[in-house]
């Protein structure tokens, strides 16, 4: 069991002094996870539906923020959010960055092929765990730099509220979004994104769908997408007590 500093970014601090959620917050796990559902194969979905607990109601959006509220029961799993890349390198390398065994990158492949690996035979767990960490490693900053652990240890303001940068692009954001456009319902924002992926974004589809032959997930690529969007946005022009804003 040893090892879990890896691919590692999830700082025990930040969890005990701070009151507020810190993996990206319910909304986005939840807009990511009514996504992904609309898009399963019948097949998938119907073991989807199958595994889901009956409180889901078969809505794995409801049940995407499960994850974060089992870190501490389940101690091995909350390195698994993560992921530290070197501080101003704007990459990600699996061999530089995911130095044990245990980090997120290999659980990804291993909760597609095998839930044993990931310490459960549960499959409701791996799936809810899957569906989670494919919402984390979009996060920008879920990949961040080490030093400031992924926006972690940054203050600033969000207009005139105190927070820190990686709690801005978990919750935020999201929220001043919704509340703004949308009545403060998710469900704007997942129809928005939808009409976007089926016109603006379409013919992006197709490569979001196939990294590889023979791979059925990707998670180096989101890895490495990950840092970038943390650098070209994220870190951009922010500095201790910068004060961010919609435009
Ligand atoms: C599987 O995990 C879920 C979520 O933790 C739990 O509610 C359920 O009881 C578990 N099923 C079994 C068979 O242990
Ligand atoms: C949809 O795409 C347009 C054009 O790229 C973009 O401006 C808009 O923000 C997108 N909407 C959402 C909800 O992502
Ligand atoms: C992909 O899978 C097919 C069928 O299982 C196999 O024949 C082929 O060699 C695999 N290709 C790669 C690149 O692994």
């Given amino acids: ?18 009151p507020v959620a810190h993996s990206w917050g319910v909304d986005g796990h939840l807009t990511v996870c009514r996504i992904a559902q609309s898009r399963l ?26 994850a974060d509220r ?7 799993s909350s390195a698994l959010h993560y ?23 290999d659980r990804f492949n291993d909760l597609m092929n095998n839930a044993e690996l990931v310490h459960t035979d549960n499959l409701t767990e ?11 490693i979009h996060q920008p900053l879920h990949v961040g730099f080490t030093s400031d652990r992924g926006g ?9 509220t105190k927070t820190v940068l990686h709690h801005v692009w ?25 009409a976007n992926i089926t016109g603006e974004w379409a013919d992006q589809v197709k490569a ?22 943390a650098c070209d946005w994220a870190y951009k022009g922010v500095s201790e007590d910068s004060v961010l804003q919609g435009k």
């Fill in 170 to 194: 978990d919750t935020s954001m999201i929220e001043t979004f919704e509340t703004r456009s949308y009545d403060s319902n998710p469900d704007g924002l997942i129809a928005a994104i939808q």
């Fill in 70 to 76: 089992v870190k501490f029961r389940y101690h091995w």
């Fill in 152 to 160: 972690n240890t940054i203050d600033i303001h969000w207009y005139r």
């Fill in 126 to 136: 791996a799936l809810l765990f899957l569906s989670h960490f494919m919402g984390d």
């Fill in 208 to 229: 979001w769908e196939t990294c590889g032959s023979n791979v059925t997930t990707c998670p180096n690529r989101y890895a490495s997408e990950g840092i970038k969007a």
């Fill in 1 to 18: 069991m040893e090892g879990y500093k890896v691919c590692v970014l999830a700082v025990v601090w930040v969890l005990i002094f701070s």
């Fill in 41 to 66: 194969s019948e097949a998938a979905a119907d073991a989807v539906k199958k595994l889901l607990p009956e409180s889901a109601e078969g809505d794995l959006g409801s049940e995407c923020s499960w």
């Fill in 83 to 105: 992921i530290d890349t070197p501080d101003d390198l704007c990459t990600f390398q699996y061999n530089r960055d995911c130095k044990d065994e245990d980090g997120v990158m």
